[in-house]
Nanobody, 124 residues
Framework: QVQLVESGGGLVQAGGSLRLSCAAS????????MGWFRQAPGKEREFVVA????????YYADSVKGRFTISRVNAKNTVYLQMSSLKPEDTAVYYC?????????????????WGQGTQVTVSS
């Protein structure tokens, strides 16, 4: 089992920044690729970004490329999502997820463990 807890969400004005954190506990964190997904009201959960176990490869959705940055510190069992130039359409509940793979999955079905989510609201 891997337990994931997100934090760092909140209310921010358009153009602002937020940094989300996802703290993992349980099984060996470095064995897992990590991903961030988001779900806006009335919409399906969508992929945001993924990072390999080593942090060597990252893969971003086009909608956030150039604005969001994922990183991880395996010694701290934590993955981060730095969000900049935020837009109202970024408003959603953000979830981190873990997948035991060497790859960087982009579909939710490939992830085994999920956090409870953290709300991000971007006002115009």
């Amino acid at each position: 089992q891997v337990q994931l807890v997100e934090s760092g969400g909140g209310l921010v004005q358009a153009g602002g920044s937020l940094r989300l954190s996802c703290a993992a506990s349980g099984r060996t964190f470095r064995n897992y690729a990590m991903g961030w997904f988001r779900q806006a009201p009335g919409k399906e959960r969508e992929f945001v970004v993924a990072i390999t176990w080593s942090g060597g490869i990252t893969y971003y959705a086009d909608s956030v490329k150039g604005r969001f940055t994922i990183s991880r510190v395996n010694a701290k069992n934590t993955v981060y999502l730095q969000m900049s130039s935020l837009k109202p359409e970024d408003t959603a509940v953000y979830y981190c997820a873990a997948a035991r793979t060497l790859l960087y999955p982009s579909t939710s079905s490939e992830y085994e463990y999920w956090g409870q989510g953290t709300q991000v609201t971007v006002s115009s």
